[in-house]
């Protein structure tokens, strides 16, 4: 049995594609095409959802990023502390305001932001650290905002990089009104996925929200008036729609990845392949399962295996950010951040989308234990 990686048919029962095709219908007909009132809907559906103050519609994650970290004073000659073990985005958005990204490294454990390495790193240029909730785990922000701060002697703003960690929760705060702003994405394969490029930023603070308002249009309060220098970062009317077509069953889906979380996990213990060829992730409460990343010893082969099997996995990410060729002036060398360099060596993640079925799992958990025994 083939077990794709994803699919997203899993979201577009027929049911649901005649009610999308239905809203889109509207759109065509009011012609409000970009920032329409679907967007408006969902601002205000997004943050009763997450319960978080303030939410800005914008075109994809990145954009969100960029919005957000603007919005916290980052512009250029600061620096900004980010973990090397993220998607490249956690880091392009820092560039892209003009600052300079600073790598820190991850907790082997979890994959998060090392605070004390951060606390490490702090100059006087230190503007902001990003904390990635990365496959869908969040970040402890006020502890690695304290952190940061006591190292620096005043305040850095933390930015979140929520794209992973729609629904996540933690006790320390709300996910994406800890930080001074936080940024998120709709591609098509995240737990809220679009159909098309969106995103949105989020901030418990009216004010960070009214700037990243403004920037995402061009930097103006009023039309033709401009202030600062922004972004054409709008949200089309029609993946509003399609975003608000999807919230109502996102707490279900997360439920399902949740699940097969706790299947796999189930099923590789008891196969004995746990401490001996594999580490699993924790199955800590308030994540929520955007990626199940296990850690395999001759990764690279095992996926060859499966990927011969029609067992789909992907590595989520194989080189860590300083080692990049953009980043080259920035200095950074293979050794720098050991614990980042070898999870981008042994993470595999498994398919984890609401569409993989039990008897999935089982095959693959069955074929990563047919691929240690040699068979
Ligand atoms: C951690 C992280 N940050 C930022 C982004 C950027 O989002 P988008 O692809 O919507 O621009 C992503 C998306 O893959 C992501 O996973």
Redesign the pocket.
Do not use: E, I, P, Y
């Given at each position: 049995m083939a077990v794709p990686f994803f699919d997203i048919q899993y979201n577009l029962d027929p049911a649901t594609k005649k009610s999308l095709l239905g809203r889109w219908e509207r759109i065509l007909n009011h012609g409000g095409f970009v920032n329409g009132p679907e967007v408006r809907e969902l601002e205000a559906a997004l943050a009763e959802f997450l319960e978080v103050p303030h939410v800005v519609c914008c075109s994809?994650?990145?954009?969100a990023?960029v919005l957000a970290l603007r919005a916290s004073g980052v512009g250029p000659g600061d620096e900004v502390l980010v973990p090397a073990f993220?998607?490249f985005?956690?880091a392009g958005a820092v560039s892209r305001c003009g600052a300079t990204p600073v790598f820190v490294d991850v907790d082997p454990a979890t994959f998060l932001i090392d605070g004390a390495d951060a606390a490490a790193k702090v100059t006087a240029k230190t503007k902001a650290v990003m904390a990635?909730h990365?496959y869908g785990l969040p970040v402890d922000v006020p502890a690695l905002e304290l952190l940061v701060n006591q190292a620096a002697g005043r305040k850095i703003a933390v930015v979140e990089?929520a794209?992973?960690a729609i629904g996540a929760a933690h006790p320390a705060g709300i996910v994406g009104a800890m930080g001074s702003a936080a940024?998120w994405?709709?591609?098509p394969t995240k737990n809220l996925g679009a159909p098309g490029?969106a995103?949105f930023a989020s901030s418990a603070s009216a004010e960070v929200a009214e700037h990243m308002r403004r920037l995402r249009e061009h930097g103006g309060g009023r039309q033709y008036y401009h202030d600062e220098v922004g972004y054409n970062f709008r949200m089309d009317s029609l993946q509003a729609a399609g975003l608000l077509e999807f919230l109502p069953r996102l707490v279900e889906f997360n439920g399902i990845r949740n699940n097969s979380a706790a299947h796999y996990h189930a099923l590789f213990s008891a196969a004995g392949l746990v401490g001996k060829f594999l580490q699993l992730p924790a199955l800590t409460p308030g994540h929520v399962f955007h990626q199940y990343v296990i850690r395999a010893t001759r990764r690279d082969e095992l996926m060859t295996f499966l990927r011969a099997r029609d067992i789909g996995c992907a590595v989520y990410y194989p080189l860590a950010l300083h080692l990049q060729p953009c980043f080259a002036n920035l200095g950074g060398q293979p050794g720098q951040l050991p614990h980042s360099e070898a999870a981008t060596a042994d993470v595999l993640a498994l398919p984890i989308y609401p569409g993989v079925s039990y008897a999935g799992r089982e095959e693959l958990v069955a074929a990563v234990v047919a691929f240690y025994r040699g068979d």
């Open positions: 994809n994650g990145s954009d990023l993220t998607f985005a956690s990635v990365l990089d794209a992973q940024g994405s709709c591609f490029d995103g």
